[in-house]
């Protein structure tokens, strides 16, 4: 299967701590996309890359976040000292150009 | 500011009837919208979109109408099967700029279809 593949699917970590998450987008993809999705609501918009380039970033992304897309293939996201408030479901979309996006399974962030 | 809405947190349909989701938004520079499926512990599931150029489009059991002036969209699914008890997602983008692509999303309605 070449659909959005992220890991870890789940994370589990002390408050304070540093967190990676990893996403392969589909290998024809140039766009990559984050999002956050916390219950009851939709996903939010975090960032995306056209290739390497990170072209915006959201409000929703403070300092402690950080994203990176090296070679315009796989994707990171980065939170640094982790809050309560960061437990969430963080997925990660990929596109052809402005054609639809087509997510992963997420990873599943919780915060003790 | 929620600029999609869908007002109908759920929604309960019987197999083999029409289900129709509805989405508003507010921010008139949409003009690109898409409808996605979640079942629990995935990833949302393109399902169809629509351009501002367009009011219908349709792809098999799916049909989204989209009603510029009144800022409204929606989903048809006919006839409805029990597989498709889901989360339904509408979502919306602008396109210029480096905005374009970027999806804003409503919250969700939930779908449940009875056998």
């Known amino acids: 299967d070449t659909g959005v593949s992220q890991n870890p699917r789940h994370k589990i970590t002390k408050r304070g701590q540093n967190v990676t998450f990893r996403c392969d987008p589909i290998s024809e993809h140039n766009r990559l996309y984050w999002y956050r999705q916390t219950l009851g609501q939709g996903p939010e918009f975090l960032t995306y890359?056209?290739?390497?380039?990170?072209?915006?970033k959201s409000r929703l992304l403070s300092d402690r976040f950080s994203a990176e897309r090296p070679k315009g293939s796989f994707s990171t996201l980065e939170i640094q000292r982790t809050e309560q408030g960061d437990s969430a479901m963080y997925l990660c979309?990929?596109?052809?150009?402005?054609?639809?996006?087509?997510f992963g399974d997420g990873t599943r962030l919780s915060i003790l | 500011d929620q600029q999609v809405k869908q007002n109908s947190p759920s929604l309960s349909v019987q197999e083999g009837r029409i289900s129709i989701l509805n989405c508003d938004y507010t921010?008139?520079?949409?003009?690109?919208f898409l409808w996605y499926k979640k079942y629990p512990a995935e990833g949302p599931t393109f399902l169809i979109s629509i351009s501002s150029i367009k009011d219908k489009n349709e792809d098999g059991r799916f049909t989204v109408f989209l009603n510029k002036s009144a800022k409204h969209l929606s989903l048809h699914i006919v006839p409805s099967q029990p597989g498709d008890s889901a989360v339904y997602f509408c979502a919306a983008s602008a396109s210029g700029g480096t905005s374009y692509g970027k999806l804003t999303f409503g919250q969700g309605t939930i779908l449940t279809v009875h056998p």
């Open positions: 890359f056209q290739n390497e380039a990170q072209l915006e």
């Open positions: 921010n008139s520079m949409f003009d690109y």
């Open positions: 979309a990929s596109s052809l150009d402005v054609g639809p996006q087509h």
